[in-house]
């Protein structure tokens, strides 16, 4: 099975409205913040998962400035908790994903805001928002998310931050 790991951004209806805009995806995946990338397993240590994020904190970010990718996505890129969300991806790795983690990739915190079809269309996106700040965007919960083979996603799990 395919599966990966989110924190889910709550209250965050000014970052949801750009996304209905921008982003196909918007009613079928919440607004997060992934800590895990698309990886298959065969089985998910759902005890460990959950004690782990038990001994987590709540966690608050904030978001300054919009920029895109080399596949014409559009990112919130953290300006606040970008070492927590670091840290946090690293430990999920080293103790529960060792052999899906690619040291070739560099890893950068972000929210995916839109999917555009061009680099043209990215670029006209990024221009009109200008300068977006968000300074209070709480994760609190982490979803276990599997990715099915009609490409649809399904939450398997939630897990509340600080919470056994």
Avoid: W
């Avoid at 946090?88 to 040291?103: A, E, I, M, V």
């Avoid at 043209?120 to 300074?135: F, K, P, Q, T, W």
């Amino acid at each position: 099975m395919k599966i990966y790991l989110a924190l889910l951004a709550e209250h965050c209806i000014e970052v949801d409205a750009i996304r209905a805009e921008h982003d196909p995806l918007f009613e079928k995946v919440p607004l997060h913040l992934t800590l895990v990338f698309p990886t298959d397993v065969d089985d998910i240590n759902d005890s460990g998962l959950t004690h782990f994020f038990a001994a987590e904190n709540p966690m608050t970010v904030s978001v300054r400035g919009v920029t895109g990718s080399h596949d014409n996505l559009l990112f919130l890129t953290l300006s606040r908790g970008n070492d927590d969300i670091i840290d946090l991806h690293h430990r999920l790795y080293t103790q529960f994903f060792p052999d899906s983690y690619d040291p070739a990739y560099t890893f950068f915190p972000h929210l995916t805001v839109g999917r555009m079809n061009s680099r043209v269309d990215m670029l006209n996106a990024i221009h009109r928002m200008g300068s977006v700040s968000y300074e209070h965007i709480d994760l609190r919960t982490v979803a276990l998310v599997e990715i099915c083979a009609d490409g649809e996603r399904k939450i398997l799990r939630r897990f509340k931050l600080g919470h056994s």
